[in-house]
Antibody, heavy 122, light 108 residues
Framework: EVKLVESGGGLVQPGESLRLSCAASGFTFSDYPMTWVRQAPGKGLEWVSAISGSGGSTYYADAVRGRFTISRDNSKNTLYLQINSLRADDTAVFYCAKHGIRQQLASPLQYWGRGTLVTVSS | EIVLTQSPGTLSLSPGERATLSCRAS???????LAWYQQKFGQAPRLLFYGSSGRATGVPDRFSGSGSGTSFTLTINRLEPEDVAVYYCQQYDKSPLTFGGGTKVEIK
């Protein structure tokens, strides 16, 4: 059974940094691209970043490029998202998701975690 | 960036009716790399369809997906109370991957 469990969210002040984690199990982690998607309260889904199975290729939405860094540790079956210079409009639930086809970024988001809430407020 | 526009914003129907949800892309989506997701209140999204019409595991056959190019449709036949959710389309053809704004399906 595929399981994705996000952690690392919480209440932070503007300007601070945070690292989100996504622990994966139930599949060969290094074979699959992974993605982060966020959802602001009461809003729609926003793709944030993706990473290839090896970690050698990364992709970002324009809105977060330069502040967010995606990475993965295939020895620990864990995906990360480093978020710097947090702003109020970063307040959202952050989901990690597994792509559906081995080594293919152009594939649907087959499995999702339950998300972790990041709240940015002074 | 490929912009996806979903309509209507909200659909309010009676049980047993058919729901037709539209997703239009600002440019052609190659090989129908278009997915649909269902998000119930307080839950994570769930994949319903990929490749425009490929049904994901466990999705009832009351649901169907269709379309190509710039026009895609999700149809829910015989609407049931458990179908209340927000439905999103997403293209995975080109980076940045993008989502539509969502269609909320309500039961009258």
């Amino acid at each position: 059974e595929v399981k994705l469990v996000e952690s690392g969210g919480g209440l932070v002040q503007p300007g601070e940094s945070l690292r989100l984690s996504c622990a994966a199990s139930g599949f060969t982690f290094s074979d699959y691209p992974m993605t982060w998607v966020r959802q602001a309260p009461g809003k729609g889904l926003e793709w944030v970043s993706a990473i290839s199975g090896s970690g050698g290729s990364t992709y970002y939405a324009d809105a977060v490029r330069g502040r967010f860094t995606i990475s993965r540790d295939n020895s620990k079956n864990t995906l990360y998202l480093q978020i710097n210079s947090l702003r109020a409009d970063d307040t959202a639930v952050f989901y990690c998701a597994k792509h559906g086809i081995r080594q293919q970024l152009a594939s649907p988001l087959q499995y999702w975690g339950r998300g972790t809430l990041v709240t940015v407020s002074s | 960036e490929i912009v996806l526009t979903q309509s209507p914003g909200t659909l309010s129907l009676s049980p047993g009716e058919r729901a037709t949800l539209s997703c239009r892309a600002s440019q052609s989506v190659s090989s129908s790399f278009l997915a649909w997701y269902q998000q119930k209140f307080g839950q994570a999204p769930r994949l319903l369809f990929y490749g425009s019409s490929g049904r994901a595991t466990g999705v009832p056959d009351r649901f169907s997906g269709s379309g190509s190019g710039t026009s895609f449709t999700l149809t829910i036949n015989r609407l049931e109370p458990e179908d209340v959710a927000v439905y999103y389309c997403q293209q995975y053809d080109k980076s940045p991957l993008t989502f539509g704004g969502g269609t909320k399906v309500e039961i009258k």
